[in-house]
T-cell receptor
């Protein structure tokens, strides 16, 4: 079975400092992994996806994630946080049904302080 | 290209009633998936429809059902509503199972 664990429920950073949101996954086969972001009262937006090509994946808004099979991790990073990055972030793995059966982590709420 | 649209955006129902939510996918997308988001359980997969057929199903009771029309629009129905069904219901569409999903803004259902 597939699952994801987001290691931090809340992360707080200052504007201009790096962001690190941690995610570990479990999958019985080579997984497809995603990061989605949800701003308040909005739907989910895809930040980036990993599908067994390059292990370092670049996404929108300066975010990137690195797939590490040996550590079963897919951490999300950004060199410099912006106030507009404040939102909830979800690490997601595709289930046995393909991309269209997504299994979500519990989410990490990112706060960005001036 | 217009995004995924969901109607209504907000809904208040009474326990025991039934409700129907609607989702219009991005033009050309054939797959529609539904998810339930609650503070306690997080985001959970309900079911997926592709070309009018249910292709995947999550672990929800039979009170939750759905369908897809020939134009790929989808509806989900919840019968005999319970207080615990209060949630944000998200719809997502994709071209097929190998392309990423795009989410709508959701329908917030409150059951009183």
């Amino acid at each position: 079975a597939q699952s994801v664990t987001q290691l931090d429920s809340h992360v707080s950073v200052s504007e201009g400092t790096p962001v690190l949101l941690r995610c570990n996954y479990s999958s019985s086969y080579s997984p497809s992994l995603f990061w989605y972001v949800q701003h308040p009262n909005k739907g989910l937006q895809l930040l980036l996806k990993y599908t067994s090509a390059a292990t370092l994946v670049k996404g929108i808004n300066g975010f990137e994630a690195e797939f590490k099979k040996s550590e079963t991790s897919f951490h999300l990073t950004k060199p410099s946080a912006h106030m507009s990055d404040a939102a909830e972030y979800f690490c997601v793995v595709s289930g046995a049904g393909g991309y269209n059966k997504l299994i979500f982590g519990a989410g990490t709420r990112l706060a960005v302080h001036p | 290209k217009a995004g995924v649209t969901q109607t209504p955006r907000y809904l208040i129902k009474t326990r025991g009633q039934q409700v129907t939510l609607s989702c219009s996918p991005i033009s050309g997308h054939r797959s529609v998936s539904w998810y339930q988001q609650t503070p306690g359980q997080g985001l959970q997969f309900l079911f997926e429809y592709f070309s009018e057929t249910q292709r995947n199903k999550g672990n929800f009771p039979g009170r939750f059902s759905g369908r897809q029309f020939s134009n790929s629009r989808s509806e989900m129905n919840v019968s005999t509503l319970e207080l615990g069904d209060s949630a944000l219901y998200l719809c997502a569409s994709s071209f097929d199972s190998l392309t990423e999903q795009y989410f709508g803004p959701g329908t917030r259902l409150t059951v009183t």
